[in-house]
Each structure stands twice: as C-alpha cells, then as structure tokens.
C-alpha cells in the first residue's frame, strides 16, 4: 500500500476553491479563498494553511485532528461535519467548498459558535446514581451488559447531532424544552446502566429533556462520526416504556425479534420516584394520564394505545435540490433566511398533532 | 493606564489550570475539600488531551492476573524509567492507582469487564502482568467523560444545596492563564484572557494546581493538540519554580506517518499488544535484532516463542515489539537511516496478517474506524506505516513526591500530570499516564485545599504585576512590523524536530540553542493580525514565548546529559552511564534566562531496592551504590 500512496504524495499541488464564512454575531458574509491542496489532506489542514497564509485570524475550534475530541464541528458544503475528519479525496477536482459554522448555535466569530448551550443541558440531566452500599472495587458488570451504555458513551461532544436536529435547528423557541439528540442518549446510557441506581431515566428524557419534540428523522444518527446509533438504540428504547423499570435483555430481545412498533405499548404504571419526574397531583391511585389533564376519554384512549410507528400520514413533498442533487447550501446561499427543510417545504412546524408519532411531553405532567 | 478596570475578577480558594484528566482529578477533590474551586480549560470543557489516550489505565489490581501487585507495577515503571524515576512518586502511584481506578466506576465509568465482571486489563509494554484497565481503544475519552460528568454531579449538588450550579466549582472554559501572580513568594492569583472575547480575567486565589499537559507542539511530528505548549512548564519557571527531567521527551514509536495530514497521529500500542508486528520493507520482523541486554531476559528470541507468548504468556517470554517506547523507537529509527523503511519514512505494522478482521475490529474499533475514516486504510486487510512521533514530556515541574507541591522559592503552587516531572523517570510506561492523572490529580488538588486551609492571610494581587500582564498580553496585537506567529512556529518546530529530535549529538545541540536564542528575539516581536475577539493568530503569538522557554530546557538539559537513557538518546554517547543516574537536572529561570543545576536524585529505601534483584540493578547503578545494596543485603541475612 504505501508504496503507491506515497508515490501519490509527491505529486503536485493543486488549486482549489474554497468558500469560508466570516464574520461574528453583528454579520458576515462567504469570503472566497484559492488554497493549495496536497495529497491527503483533510478540511482542517486547509483552514490550517489559511491561518498560516492569508487569513491569520481565521477562528476555528480544534484539538485532536483525529476525530476523537469533537472540536473541529462545522458545516460543509452544507453539511455538519468534523473537519478534520473530511478528506479532500472526496470532493471533485472543480468542487467549491464552503465551511460554515453550525447554523444551531449562536456565531461567536468566523467557525467558532457558542456551544453552551449544550453544557446547560447537560448540567440539567442527572448524573449516575451510585448502586447505595457497593463499596468501590466490588462493582461487578458483565461485559454484554456494559456495552449497550458504552457504545453512547462513544460520544465525542462534536455536537453534530444537536446542530442538526430539526426540532431547534430553526426552532429557537424550543431549546428551552428541548435538550437533543446527546442528552437523550446521555439519559438512555444511565438508563441502561447496570449499576445505575435512579430508575426514572426514561420517564426523565420525556418530561424534563423534551423527548416527545424527537420524531426519529434519524438525522442525528446520520451525522454523528461515532456511528452511534442514536436514534435506533438510544431514542426509540426510551421513547418504549418498557414493562420492567429495569432493563429486561428479554424485552430487549424480543423487540428485536417482533419488530418494535408491533409490541402491544405498555405504559408505566410503577411508583413514581421524587425528584425529576413530577407526581400526579390528583387522581385514583393508579390512574395515569396520558392525555394531559384533557379527560376526554377518546384522547385517554388513544394516547393509552402509546405511538404507533406505522400510522400512515401524509408524504412530504421532497425539498428542492440544486443541480448536483444536493439541498441548496445554507441560508447564506440562500434566497430565504433559512435551508429548506429537508422535510419538505409544505411542512410546517410543529406538525400537525395528527400526522404525528410522538408523546407528547407535557402529557405527564399536570 | 486604565486597563485595569477592564478585568473581571474572581475570588477561589483553589484554581486549577488545566482540565484534562489531572486538572479535573484535582478539582474533584478540592471541591470534595469545600473549596471554591475554579477550573481552567484552554478548549471547550471535555475536549482535553487526555482523550487521545487509548491503550488504558495501569493500576494493580490483579484482575486478569492475580500474581500482579503494586510491587511488581513498581518494579516495572522504574525499570521503565531506567531507575531515574523519583522512587516515592511511583511507589505512591503503584499503590494508589487501583482505588483511583476503582473511584471511577462510582462516578459512572464502564470499563470493560472480565468474565467475572471485574475490571479486565490488558497486556501493554514494558508491563508486566496485563494490568491496562481500559474501554476498547477510547479509554482516555472514557477517563475524561467521567471526571467531566462527575464534576457534573458536584455542581447539582450544589445547586440543589446553594442554589446555583457555579456556587463552589466552575468550568471556565476556551480561558487561557498567561501569568502566575505572585505577593512576596506566595501564589495571588492568575491572569488570562477569555478566548472567546479576548476580555480580560483575574483569578485571585491563594492556591494553584498547574495540570496543564505537555510541551509537543513544539516539535514538527507530534501526537499532541494545538494545547500542548508547556504552558504550565512555563508558569511555573516564571513564578520561581523549577523543572526537572526536561530532557527526556517520549517519542512514540507508532505515529502515522501516512497519508502526511495525520502524520503523528498515535496507533496506539495494544495493537502490538494483541499481536501486531513490526516489519521493515523487506518483510523482516526486526525487533529481535533490537533487544538490549538489560532486557534479554524478559522477552523471546524466536518468533516461534514470541508467537506463543499472546496465548500462553506464563510460560513464554514477551515478543520484542512489546519492549518498552524508547526502544522500539529507536529501532524504527535504526532500520529507516539504514534505508529499510518505507517511501514515507517509517516502517509497516502488521496486524491485517495476524488476526481475523472481525477480531481486529472487535479489539481495535476507533482504530479501525480512525484509519479508515482519515487515511481510508483498512488496517484488517493492509499493514499500517508508522515511525516515532513526539508523545510525551517525562520532564516537568519538581514537585514533592506526596503533595504535588512545586519547589523552588515559590509557595502555594502545585503541579499534576503530564506537568509535573520525576514520576516516569527518563521514559514512561504506556498506561502509566492516566492512572498518573488520577493518583497525583488527587493529591495535588486535596494538598492545595489544605494549604489554602492553612493561611493566615490571603495572598493580595499586585497591581503593578497585572498592568503589566495586560501589556504583555496586548502587545502582539499592538506591533504591526514583527513576524507571522506561524511562521515563528514553524520554524521552532524545525528546529526542535530536527536538532533536538528523537537521537541528539552535541554539535546539533549546541547549534539548536543558538537557533533558540535568535528566535527568542523574533518571538519578542511578533505581531498579530486582527483584533481581540477568538483570534488563534493572537493565541498563538502569546503562546510561543512558553513553548520557548521549554524548549531551550530541553535543549540545554540534553547538551548537558552526556549519555543515552530512556527518552534521551545521544549519538555520541550512546551508553547509559550509571553516574548520570544519580542526577536530576533542574531549569530555573533567572530573568529570562534558563538556568541548569545538577541535583541528586533521592535515595531509594532499602526495602523497595530489595525488590530488584542484584543481576538487575548492576545494570544502572554505580559500583558504590552496589556496594551498598550487598551490604544491606548481608545485614538482613
């Protein structure tokens, strides 16, 4: 192998275009650079080479350049992605490339955005719940059972998954309710924590972290370079309420057998814990709403009867693509101040209640 | 000026700069202690360095082989660290790291677990029992996580308790501390800039814990972030204190040297761990060529025992690609200057040919994944090329073995991690750095509470000291006819790479501290573009001056070493001498210049010396030393 790829490396440098966002939160605008680019590289060693030439206070995050802190998160060609992790390999020759900030979160300056928004909702979600009277040293796991919380625990922060979630990519107004994709898996890992002694992870993420905004676009899992399957593993388990508050690997297993959506829904009828979820105020012991505090018996029913993944509602139409089959770049480009939604232009949001599969998450509460 | 009234100011008790895996530790425990703590982070909270670490953390608890103990992992890292180690440093860490490793799991880790469900640990080099707790190949992302979510949980406590998540620990984010601030020999306060705004902030608080990581992105081929440079190191030479070991700079032995974008990058070490090999462009596995005397002993001479050894490592000796860093680094370099290596310069690793693919992604996934997604190798059908990058600085701050407290005339000060110097000796141990976060994290944060505990009076900020850090910090920006930082910084690293690189000769040496000194000159003039607001070219410019100062430590120190041990090579001398072994060198700063004494390294205590044997120590100590271990030795018989 390196003897060809080497050979490869020597050959000469090209010219390439590139379209890069700068500005800060007053305004800003696509400057257009000419940059060399070697064999081999990535997007991140471009903007390197900016910073070292022509453009010295290009402001990017970065840290690891390997993929493995999740700093270098930016937008290109539209999509959000590492930078460093974005060869230059898969651009055609006469391909402009444009990097700009991720569109979720507030610009601070040039790439850089103000991620904290992310580190508030991740101050909110509670934190592991030591096993009471298991002194360190004698945590015992099984390997099987620790893998399902490990593969979340992949995650590298980039926040890839969080800019691109729909429910406040364009949605200001629903980031207070809404703590994302990362969260959600945050919660689903402490969930499915062997040892994990708080068993409201789940009626948590739908209560406080707004987990019924998610209607599984599966954007998320699509973007995160971790391949976590965010939405698959983690959303979709916690959106089930499961019959045992613990986690069953016979449940689990027979979900993966009968295809979820087809699993009589069964809701949770267990104690509720103090803290996170909020109690009943009223009611007959036992008796759990689903329908808010409608009591409209029709509503009860049909929100007892849980989400049915295979209702059929209407098809969207397709956004429009630009000539290389691609969404137009970003509102930057843009006649409108914002993307096309990828869910398709007659659809506004929120959607419609009907067209929905989701729970509601004031559902709960009272 | 009226600078001053620009700077927000903060009161803690303890800042702590740093927030990799020591910085955290360190936090976590001075919180613990109810101090007001503050944490300092260059980058975004989490993003630290520490997540680079793959292979795992090296703590004795005998999981996977119960005949391991602290002092058998002791005995280990000083043999790792060619007995130049400071003794008590690793002794407390070989005793501590089990309980450090063990708190994690309390604060939510999930390691990967044995049949028995106990923590499994893995087989790492220069180790001698499979010792390496670890989460696939992410262990340092897994480490840092939960010391983040920890600290997480802390802050909800203290909401709950005091109505505010910030009320007695703080994450200070993209901050960068550019001067220590000093009343008479007391540690005042800290001085740095948001990197976000360029707005400027005071910490004042009477006790620091440097855990600011390493010095690499000094050197051209580094495995390190654009964070690591030494600006803890630095700190602390100016605020008085000393550093030792400066010359000893670990050169992983597998960086990728292909496709030249991700040149540096680590392949971490377990994949010779799990069976991968080293071959040179003819095929040949070379290591067993490369096996020093010192360590004839531990590993195989044939590939056939060597083979045996990953089944049956009982009652067969280690293969040689298992021999500790410096080693195995220096082979590579060896059989690459001898025009066997590969068209990028390095050497192929093969583990495509040594195990099932499944197997490999199994044991090896963000290896697997990394190689794929960045230099599209599939490292299960095709060997990979590596050669040794600049890893790991063994050098850093003397500190006291048992508090982290830094020496020299300076009080309130302490020092954690990669920062701190004496633990790992002249090389060190995989595995030994995240457990060396932990142990001395913790020691370092609870002594600093205690010290700020202790006080009398709180140590007041100078006035004059922060106009003139204000000034500092601006004047870059303010200078339109000095140098591109870039360009300052490219040339340090060739200088570095080149003249003070992996293997050193005096003549190179001598010329590196003449190239420092003129750089030093065109870094006291370097300009900035642009304004305040999140300008890496302005970083950059303030940051050189750090990497400066600690690279001409090293460059003086290696000069002045005169043999060839652990992260220290010289061509011209090339053999260990035992004399040297009994001396530290420590950088002090007088004015702006480095200064070089020699000091003696402290006396091991006859009952941790009686646990080498005589065959073992004759090749590091001196006659006299000897002399006096078979004296000891007779009076206990």
């Keep these: 192998m390196g003897t060809e790829k080497s050979q490869a490396a020597g050959a000469p440098a090209t010219k390439r275009q590139f379209r890069i966002w700068r500005g800060d939160e007053t305004g800003g605008d696509l400057k257009e650079y000419l940059v060399e680019v070697k064999e081999g590289e990535v997007v991140l060693d471009i903007i390197h080479r900016l910073q070292s030439t022509e453009a010295p206070d290009l402001a990017c995050r970065w840290n690891c350049k390997a993929g493995k802190c999740g700093s270098c998160s930016v937008e290109i060609n539209g999509k959000p992605k590492l930078a460093c992790m974005t060869r230059m390999s898969t651009f055609t020759e006469d391909e402009t490339i444009s990097v700009t900030p991720l569109r979720t979160f507030p610009i601070v300056r040039d790439l850089v955005t103000d991620v904290s928004f992310n580190y508030e909702k991740a101050r909110e979600t509670p934190a592991f719940a030591p096993p009471p009277g298991v002194t360190p040293g004698d945590y015992r ?69 707004g987990l019924g905004y998610c209607n599984i676009t599966k954007c998320c899992t699509e973007v995160c370079p971790e391949h976590i399957k965010i939405t698959d593993n983690g959303i979709i388990p916690m959106k089930e309420r499961v019959v045992d508050r613990k986690y069953d690997p016979l449940v689990w297993l027979g979900n993966k057998i009968f295809r979820r959506g087809q699993v009589p829904q069964t809701s949770v009828t267990s104690e509720h814990s103090p803290g996170a979820v909020r109690t009943p105020a009223a009611g007959p012991p036992g008796f759990h709403s689903h329908a808010g505090a409608s009591h409209d018996p029709k509503a009860e029913a049909q929100a007892q009867a849980g989400v049915n993944w295979h209702r059929e509602v209407p098809k969207p139409t397709a956004p429009t693509l630009d000539e290389s089959g691609r969404l137009p770049l970003t509102e930057l480009t843009f006649d409108r101040p914002a993307a096309p939604s990828p869910f398709g232009e007659d659809v506004s949001f929120p959607l419609p209640p009907e067209h929905l599969n989701y729970a509601h998450p004031e559902q709960d509460k009272h | 000026m009226t600078t001053t009234t620009r700077i927000e100011r903060h009161h803690y008790d303890v800042v702590v700069i740093g927030a990799g895996g020591a910085g955290l530790r360190a936090a976590i425990e001075a919180r613990l202690a109810g101090k007001k703590t503050a944490i300092i982070s260059k980058s975004l909270f989490g993003k630290a360095h520490t997540v680079m670490a793959e292979g795992g953390a090296a703590a004795a608890m005998g999981n996977v082989n119960s005949r391991d103990s602290w002092q058998v992992h002791f005995r280990d890292t000083m043999r790792g ?211 020093p005397d010192v360590f004839r002993k531990q590993y195989a001479d044939s590939e056939a025992e060597a083979d045996r050894w990953y089944e049956d490592p009982d009652n067969n000796r280690r293969p040689p690609e298992l021999l500790p860093r410096d080693e195995v680094a220096r082979a590579i370099n060896s059989e690459v200057k001898a025009g066997r290596g590969t068209p990028a310069g390095g050497v192929y690793l093969d583990i ?286």
Excluded at chain 2, 93 to 118: C, M, N, V
Excluded at chain 2, 169 to 188: M, N, P, Q
């Design chain 1, 141 to 209: 796991m099984q390997q099987v059972d620790v893998e399902r919380s490990q593969e979340f625990r992949k995650c590298i922060e980039c926040f890839l998954c969080q800019t691109v979630c729909h429910v406040i990519r364009d949605h200001e107004e629903n980031k207070p309710a809404f703590s994302g994709p990362r969260y959600f898996i945050r919660a689903a890992e402490l969930d499915m924590h062997p040892l994990d002694a708080r068993d409201d992870r789940k009626e948590y993420a739908q209560a406080e972290q």
């Design chain 2, 352 to 637: 495509a040919s040594r195990l099932p693919a499944e197997e490999i992604r199994r044991r090896l996934p963000s290896m697997y994944h990394q190689f794929k997604e960045l230099a599209d190798v599939d490292i299960t059908r095709e060997p990979m090329e590596v050669g040794p990058t600049c890893h790991y600085v063994m050098g850093g701050v003397e500190v006291d073995p048992d508090s982290g407290a830094a020496f020299g005339h300076v009080r309130g000060l302490f020092a954690a991690g990669e920062v701190s110097g004496g633990m790992h000796g002249s090389n060190r141990l995989g595995g030994n750095s995240l457990s060396d976060l932990l142990v001395f994290g913790k020691r370092a944060g609870g002594h600093a509470a205690s010290y700020a505990d202790g006080l009398a009076s709180r140590p007041q900020v100078p006035v004059p000291a922060v106009e003139t850090a204000v000034e500092t910090a601006l004047a870059p920006l303010q200078r339109d006819t000095g140098e591109s930082p870039y360009v300052l910084q490219q040339d340090l690293q060739a200088v570095m790479g080149d003249l003070v690189g992996i293997i050193r000769r005096e003549g190179e040496l001598v010329d590196a501290l003449a190239r420092l000194g003129e750089l030093r000159e065109r870094v006291a003039k370097v300009s900035a573009a642009g304004g305040r607001r999140y300008n890496p070219g302005w970083h950059l410019a303030l940051d050189l001056r750090n990497m400066l100062v600690v690279s001409e430590c090293t460059a003086k120190a290696a000069l002045e070493r005169r043999e060839s041990r652990g992260g220290h090579t010289r061509e011209d001398h090339p053999t260990m001498d035992p004399a040297w072994r009994r001396v530290n060198q420590v950088c002090s700063l007088e004015g702006d210049i480095v200064h070089l004494d020699r000091k003696p390294l402290p006396r091991m205590r006859p009952e941790l010396f009686a646990l080498f044997d005589r065959a073992e120590l004759a090749k590091y100590l001196t006659d006299e030393e000897l002399a006096e271990f078979d004296a000891l030795a007779k009076e206990e018989r």
């Design chain 2, 81 to 291: 660290g060619k007995f130049l180690n400071n003794f008590r440093m690793a002794e407390l860490h070989a005793k501590e790291s089990p309980q450090r490793i063990w708190e994690l799991e309390t604060y939510g880790a999930l390691f990967d677990r044995t049949k028995d469900g106990r923590i499994s640990q893995r087989n790492f080099g220069g180790h001698e029992y499979p010792r390496l707790a670890h989460v696939g190949d992410r262990t340092g992302l897994e480490l840092i996580r939960t010391l983040q979510q920890k600290i997480v949980s802390l802050q909800q406590e203290d909401r709950h308790e005091h109505g505010s998540y910030d009320a007695r620990i703080r994450v200070f984010a993209e901050t960068t501390i550019t001067e220590l601030l000093l009343d008479g020999d007391r540690v005042a306060g800290a001085f740095g800039y948001y990197r976000e705004s360029g707005e400027f902030v005071l910490f004042e608080a009477p006790a620091v814990v440097l855990a600011t990581g390493g010095v690499g992105r000094s050197y051209k081929v580094t495995s390190n972030s654009w964070e690591y440079t030494g600006d803890g190191h630095a700190l602390a030479l100016r605020a008085g204190a000393t550093l030792i070991n400066m010359e000893f700079l670990q050169f992983h032995p597998t960086g990728m040297v292909w496709p030249p974008s991700v040149k540096g990058i680590l392949v971490t070490e377990s994949v010779r761990g799990d069976g991968g090999i080293l071959k040179n462009s003819e095929g040949k596995r070379f290591m067993f060529d490369y096996v």
